[in-house]
C-alpha cells in the first residue's frame, strides 16, 4: 500500500484547500450576498455539496498517511491511517463502476446542440431562470419545432415539458440510464462531478476538483448554448439555432468529452480493487 509522509500530505492537502477556496470564492460571496446566479448555483443545487465539503483532501483508497489524526474520521480506519473502502456501499460502488464502463465503452454522440434546455421551456408559461427568453417564447418553440431532439441523458429528460417529451427520439427513464449515457452527452459529462462526490473519501482530492471544475465549465457552455439571454451576466451566446451555433457548440462538446474521458478513466482507476 502506497505511503505518505506527515509533511507530504499536509502539504496536498491545504493546497487542496486552497484551490477549492479559489474555485468556490465567487459562489459564497453571492450566498453571503443572498445572491442568486442562473448558472453556478446549479452546481451546489443539483449537486448539492457545500464548499466546506469540497475543502476537504482526501488520499484516496489504497494510501497509507503517516502521522495521521484522521481517528474517528467517517469512512476511515480505526486508526485514521487509511480511508476503508469497506464503508462505502458496495451498491453504490457497482452502480457507478458499471455506468462509467458503458458510457467509457461508447462513442460520443455531438449532434443534441444542447436542445434539452429549450425543451425544458418548450410551450411554457414560466421558465426555470428568471432571465428572459433571447428568442421569446414563440421564436423559443419556433427553434424546437424545426429541430430533432435526441437528449439521452435521464436526469434532463425529466424535465422537459409535457409538450417536448414526446418530440425526443429516446425516451430516457431511470431503468435505462447505464443502457443510454454517452460521452458526448454535457450532463453525463458534468455528473462525473456528482459519482466523484457519491464515492467520497475513494476518490483522491485532486480528482474531486479537477471533476468539479470541468463540471464548471461544461455548465457554462450549457447555459451560453440555452435560450436564455444571459447578457447581463457576462455571457455571450452560443446560438444553436444558426449553422456556426451548431459547429461552435458540436467543437467545444468534443474537447468536454475529450476532458471527461480522462476523468473518467482515472475514477475507475480510484475503484480499483474496491
Same mark, same amino acid.
Given at each position: 500500500?502506497?505511503?505518505?509522509? *506527515?509533511?507530504?500530505?499536509?502539504?496536498?492537502?491545504?493546497?487542496?484547500?486552497?484551490?477549492?477556496?479559489?474555485?468556490? =470564492?465567487?459562489?459564497?460571496?453571492?450566498?453571503?450576498?443572498?445572491?442568486?446566479?442562473?448558472?453556478?448555483?446549479?452546481?451546489?443545487?443539483?449537486?448539492?455539496?457545500?464548499? $466546506?465539503?469540497?475543502?476537504?483532501?482526501?488520499?484516496?483508497?489504497?494510501?497509507?498517511?503517516?502521522? $495521521?489524526?484522521?481517528?474517528?474520521?467517517?469512512?476511515? $480506519?480505526?486508526?485514521?491511517?487509511?480511508?476503508?473502502?469497506?464503508?462505502?456501499?458496495?451498491?453504490?460502488?457497482?452502480?457507478?463502476?458499471?455506468?462509467?464502463?458503458?458510457?467509457?465503452?461508447?462513442?460520443?454522440?455531438?449532434?443534441?446542440?444542447?436542445?434539452? *434546455?429549450?425543451?425544458?421551456?418548450?410551450?411554457?408559461?414560466?421558465?426555470?431562470?428568471?432571465?428572459?427568453?433571447?428568442?421569446?417564447? =414563440?421564436?423559443?418553440?419556433?427553434?424546437?419545432?424545426?429541430?430533432?431532439?435526441?437528449?439521452?441523458?435521464?436526469?434532463?429528460?425529466?424535465?422537459?415539458?409535457?409538450?417536448?417529451?414526446?418530440?425526443?427520439? *429516446?425516451?430516457?427513464?431511470?431503468?435505462?440510464?447505464? *443502457?443510454?449515457?454517452?460521452?458526448?452527452?454535457?450532463?453525463?459529462?458534468?455528473?462525473?462531478?456528482?459519482?466523484?462526490?457519491?464515492?467520497?473519501?475513494?476518490?483522491?482530492?485532486?480528482?474531486?476538483?479537477?471533476?468539479?471544475?470541468?463540471?464548471?465549465?461544461?455548465?457554462?457552455?450549457?447555459?451560453?448554448? $440555452?435560450?436564455?439571454?444571459?447578457?447581463?451576466?457576462?455571457?455571450?451566446?452560443?446560438?444553436?439555432?444558426?449553422?456556426?451555433?451548431?459547429?461552435?457548440?458540436?467543437?467545444?462538446?468534443?474537447?468536454?468529452?475529450?476532458?471527461?474521458?480522462?476523468?473518467?478513466?482515472?475514477?475507475?482507476?480510484?475503484?480499483?480493487?474496491?
Amino acid at each position: 500500500m502506497p505511503h505518505l509522509d *506527515e509533511p507530504t500530505w499536509r502539504a496536498r492537502a491545504e493546497a487542496h484547500a486552497a484551490r477549492a477556496d479559489a474555485l468556490t =470564492a465567487a459562489h459564497r460571496a453571492r450566498r453571503e450576498r443572498h445572491e442568486a446566479h442562473p448558472v453556478e448555483d446549479f452546481l451546489y443545487t443539483y449537486y448539492p455539496t457545500r464548499p $466546506s465539503r469540497l475543502r476537504v483532501w482526501h488520499p484516496g483508497a489504497g494510501v497509507t498517511l503517516g502521522g $495521521s489524526d484522521r481517528s474517528g474520521w467517517r469512512h476511515y $480506519s480505526p486508526d485514521g491511517g487509511h480511508v476503508d473502502p469497506t464503508t462505502i456501499r458496495p451498491a453504490t460502488v457497482a452502480f457507478v463502476r458499471g455506468l462509467l464502463r458503458a458510457t467509457a465503452a461508447r462513442a460520443p454522440h455531438l449532434g443534441c446542440f444542447g436542445l434539452h *434546455e429549450w425543451a425544458m421551456v418548450y410551450r411554457a408559461d414560466d421558465t426555470r431562470h428568471p432571465v428572459p427568453l433571447r428568442l421569446g417564447g =414563440a421564436g423559443t418553440d419556433a427553434v424546437v419545432e424545426q429541430h430533432r431532439i435526441r437528449c439521452t441523458h435521464f436526469d434532463a429528460y425529466r424535465f422537459f415539458t409535457a409538450e417536448a417529451a414526446p418530440r425526443n427520439v *429516446e425516451t430516457p427513464t431511470r431503468d435505462r440510464q447505464v *443502457e443510454l449515457e454517452q460521452p458526448g452527452c454535457l450532463h453525463a459529462t458534468m455528473d462525473l462531478y456528482k459519482w466523484a462526490t457519491k464515492l467520497g473519501p475513494l476518490v483522491p482530492g485532486e480528482l474531486l476538483l479537477d471533476c468539479f471544475e470541468l463540471a464548471r465549465d461544461v455548465r457554462t457552455l450549457d447555459m451560453r448554448a $440555452s435560450p436564455y439571454d444571459l447578457a447581463d451576466h457576462g455571457y455571450a451566446p452560443v446560438r444553436i439555432e444558426t449553422a456556426a451555433g451548431k459547429a461552435a457548440y458540436a467543437q467545444a462538446q468534443q474537447g468536454f468529452a475529450d476532458r471527461g474521458a480522462g476523468l473518467r478513466a482515472r475514477l475507475l482507476d480510484a475503484l480499483h480493487g474496491c
